[in-house]
């Protein structure tokens, strides 16, 4: 009776009805009957109606419009590809029949955007910054993405595209193989990816593709070492499917799939399954997403409390096809919703649909060994890659991609070292390096040609990118291509030189080639090998108009005025102690104001005569005269190296003065100081070309009034060559402008780029890089630095302050000390009571006594006692 009381709501299934479409049915049936008897007090009843798809779209377009206008099934599921789905959902829309697939995972489906449509399996586009992260952790500059010339293979491309993007790497070449295409028409492809240098390559196809693509690589060689493989989802989910040889010949992959618990529940299903349908073949989770989708929708069916399922009449006109002659359905729309609000824990993981998809779990990192996969790592949304999911950091998310977080790992060709993703492609072309050709400053690149019309290359610049090259942990073979015209001379600027790596009439430019902003938009350059900075070079001239007053410049006039102030200070302090003790400080008015001024500016020079009795005084000048030698020496240096710099000095020092008087500049044939000078407000006719350090010498020894030039602007390393010939003409005055230095340039995205400049690197801090440097370029510790040519900077109070402290105290130390011990003596005057005595006649009294001689010093006793 219960039975009879219970409401059918029929549910279409369209499947591909071979051996793995009966595997998905038979994990529906076992859903609906696990859930009902668990669930006895439902009133609603899913009833499964299948129908066979045939493997293609036609036929699960037939089948999906035969459940609904003949069956009227109130929900389908299916159907088992992407390409099979486009119709489905346009055909739920309109009859208003939620669509549920459990495995069609293109993002392309989500683009229809009709409600009616509920993915409970992955989109394809979720594991792409999983894999995004592999490229990163590994450092690949480049991935050739290999997929299936279809509607489920070309939908994902672009957000792997994007993926890549942010970790920097590019995608030089897309693979794309048909489902229908032959064995040797896959070899001729894989045979093409052999050719190229790039070694990583991103797999998205099904199973059948798949396999036929793995066999004929491990034939023709591209599952040996140097070689990167990575494969999405689509075929680690059904690698239980695969034929054991071609798991064999996928030795060494890397793949990403969804992180499914093996719990209790999962591992009873499947002995269940097994001894059910009495088969070995193992589930995958394609099996556990339609065991979730069946009991999803039977809570949703509870849930929407339907009553009579039915279909409602189309409005049909009479000039419609019988394609269109079907109704809507009257459950639809409950269905949806009620689906949107199911949540629950199911065999595949915890089941949750947002905006009509599931969520993404963590992603599983595995790796092919032998006979079947080994996890190797995790990736997940907050943290990235990690070696497992127990996270101890809290709330805390740190993401990673660091490949210390992944286990052990076997690449292809059964080794343990990561490839490093590109080789020189197998066709045998060298690395073509273009050279520039230099009429001057030869010892960075100079080039011969021999009478065989080959051509031999050497300098500086060359020997720095043999020894780079020579440093990296493979072998690069290159040949140097001189940038030359028919008759051997620079075919354009070096701009125009670079722009050829653009062109790709190059694969690489060696010499002094300067790290410019504008030339880094078309190309990418290595770290820079040389110093930098843009300097200019002028002539030094012989400064005879001697200044008469050079004498006041050592000192500024802040620590001329504080000095004059002290010696007035010590002057005056000391004629206080010595003045009622010692004869030398007495006498007439103006001749103690003199000696007051004379003893304080004659220990200057320490030509004081006059000998101080008091011990205070001795202390006050002891510490005075060490202030007096520091000062006096300091000046005399100072003074001493104005004059000796003072005969040495450039003519120029300061751009705006070229400017403003419109002076010549020069600058090198072909660099790119010209347009420097140009931004610098230079004229263009106010610039003079040189090609050579000879006609630099010439064209500045002429000065800009006579056909020549008035400063050279050039680069640090051409400046020091240039004055370790001629140093005791010209100097270096600067830099003006900051340059980046020299670098090797390479195409954009170039995987050589990182590599080089790690071998720069590992040049210039070894002892390879002096060596060259001695051999090109010599020794330049004779030639002085132009810094130390300018006039020194006068002294100031900021480096006495503390002398003129220390004596400061000293001094007021010794006043107040000799004070308290003057008013001890004459206490009496200051404790006279008579009122007539008033505190001014007390003062006046005070200092008549210290007028006074003080008779009881030994200097006036001894006096005395010798006139007794």
Not at 479 to 500: H, R
């Amino acid at each position: 009776m219960a039975s009879a009381q219970n409401i059918s709501v029929r549910v279409g299934v369209v499947l591909d009805m071979d051996e793995y479409g009966e595997m998905t049915l038979n994990c529906l049936s076992m859903a609906l009957s696990d859930f009902y008897a668990t669930h006895n007090h439902y009133t609603t009843r899913l009833v499964l109606i299948s129908r066979d798809s045939k493997g293609d779209i036609i036929g699960a377009a037939a089948a999906a419009l035969d459940l609904v206008k003949n069956v009227q099934v109130q929900a389908i599921i299916g159907p088992t590809f992407s390409v099979q789905a486009n119709f489905l959902i346009s055909l739920g829309h309109k009859a208003q029949v939620p669509i549920i697939t459990f495995s069609a995972t293109s993002p392309s489906l989500t683009s229809i955007r009709s409600p009616y449509f509920i993915r409970t399996t992955l989109n394809d586009s979720s594991q792409v910054n999983a894999i995004g992260a592999i490229v990163h952790a590994y450092g690949w500059r480049e991935v050739v993405l290999i997929y299936e010339d279809n509607e489920f293979g070309e939908a994902v491309i672009p957000f792997f595209t994007d993926a890549l993007e942010q970790v920097n790497a590019r995608v030089p070449y897309r693979s794309i193989i048909s489902p229908l295409a032959t064995d040797d028409q896959i070899v001729v492809e894989l045979y093409k990816l052999m050719t190229m240098q790039t070694r990583v390559f991103i797999v998205h196809m099904l199973n059948p593709l798949a396999s036929r693509l793995f066999t004929k690589a491990k034939e023709v060689g591209l599952m040996s070492e140097e070689y990167v493989w990575i494969v999405t989802d689509a075929i680690t989910n059904e690698l239980n499917s695969m034929n054991r040889s071609v798991i064999e010949s996928m030795l060494g992959v890397i793949g990403v799939k969804p992180y499914v618990p093996r719990t209790k529940e999962v591992n009873t299903f499947e002995m269940r399954y097994k001894r059910r349908f009495q088969t070995t073949l193992d589930l995958d989770i394609f099996g556990l997403w339609a065991y979730d989708s069946a009991v999803a929708l039977a809570m949703a069916a509870e849930e929407a409390r339907l009553t009579n399922p039915k279909y409602w009449e189309a409005n049909i006109s009479r000039n419609s096809i019988d394609l269109e002659a079907f109704g809507v359905s009257d459950s639809g729309e409950k269905l949806i919703q009620a689906l949107s609000r199911i949540t629950f824990k199911g065999l595949a993981g915890n089941f949750k649909l947002v905006d009509g998809q599931l969520q993404a779990p963590p992603y599983q990192i595995i790796n092919m060994v032998g006979p079947g996969a080994r996890n190797i790592g995790y990736w997940t949304q907050d943290n990235g890659i990690a070696r497992g999911l127990n996270f101890t950091n809290g709330n805390k998310k740190t993401y990673t991609t660091s490949k210390s977080n992944l286990g052990s790992t076997i690449w292809p060709g059964d080794t343990s070292t990561s490839p490093k993703g590109w080789v020189i492609p197998t066709n045998g072309n060298k690395l073509r390096v273009g050279v520039p050709i230099k009429a001057g400053f030869t010892e960075f690149v100079h080039v011969t040609w021999n009478s065989d019309n080959s051509t031999k290359v050497e300098g500086y610049c060359i020997d720095v990118f043999d020894a780079v090259m020579a440093a990296l942990p493979y072998g690069v073979p290159y040949e140097y291509i001189p940038f030359a015209t028919s008759d051997d001379k620079m075919a354009g600027s070096y701009n125009d030189l670079v722009y050829q790596v653009y062109l790709e009439n190059y694969d690489a430019v060696a010499g002094d080639v300067t790290i410019v902003a504008n030339r880094s938009q078309y190309i990418d350059f290595t770290l820079p090998y040389t110093e930098s900075g843009v300097s200019m070079v002028v002539p030094i001239q012989d400064d005879k108009n001697r200044n008469a007053w050079v004498f006041l410049k050592p000192l500024t006039w802040e620590l001329w005025l504080t000095s004059f102030c002290s010696f007035v200070f010590i002057g005056f302090l000391i004629w206080i102690l010595e003045h009622r003790i010692n004869e030398d400080f007495r006498g007439p008015f103006w001749y103690q104001v003199g000696m007051i001024f004379w003893f304080a500016f004659s220990t200057m020079v320490f030509a004081h005569k006059e000998k101080v009795v008091s011990n205070l005084a001795r202390f006050v000048l002891i510490i005075w005269f060490l202030v007096v030698l520091i000062l006096t020496q300091s000046y005399t240096a100072s003074l001493a190296s104005m004059l000796t710099v003072q005969k040495l000095q450039p003519t120029v020092t300061d751009v705006n003065v070229l400017i403003r008087n419109k002076a010549y500049v020069g600058s090198m044939e072909g660099s790119f100081v010209y347009e420097l000078l140009i931004k610098m407000k230079f004229d263009e006719s106010q610039i003079l070309v040189y090609n050579s350090p000879e006609q630099m010498d010439e064209l500045l020894s002429k000065g800009s009034g006579n056909g020549g030039i008035a400063a050279a602007f050039h680069e640090t390393p051409y400046i020091k060559l240039f004055l370790a010939k001629y140093c005791s003409k010209y100097m270096m005055v600067g830099p003006t402008n900051k340059a980046n230095g020299f670098g090797f340039v390479f195409p954009v995205g170039s995987p050589l780029v990182t590599d080089v400049s790690r071998a720069i690197l590992n040049v210039t801090e070894g002892p390879k890089m002096l060596e060259i440097e001695r051999k090109w370029l010599g020794d330049k510790t004779e030639c002085p630095d132009s810094s130390n040519l300018l006039s020194p900077k006068n002294l100031g109070l900021a480096s006495f302050w503390g002398l003129f402290l220390i004596v400061g105290i000293a001094g007021i130390a010794a006043f107040i000390i000799d004070l308290i011990r003057f008013l001890r003596e004459n206490w009496s005057v200051i404790e006279r009571s008579d009122p007539e005595f008033t505190i001014w006649n007390k003062t006046l009294e005070l200092l008549q006594r210290f007028n006074n001689k003080d008779l009881k010093s030994p200097t006036f006793k001894n006096i005395h006692n010798l006139l007794r």
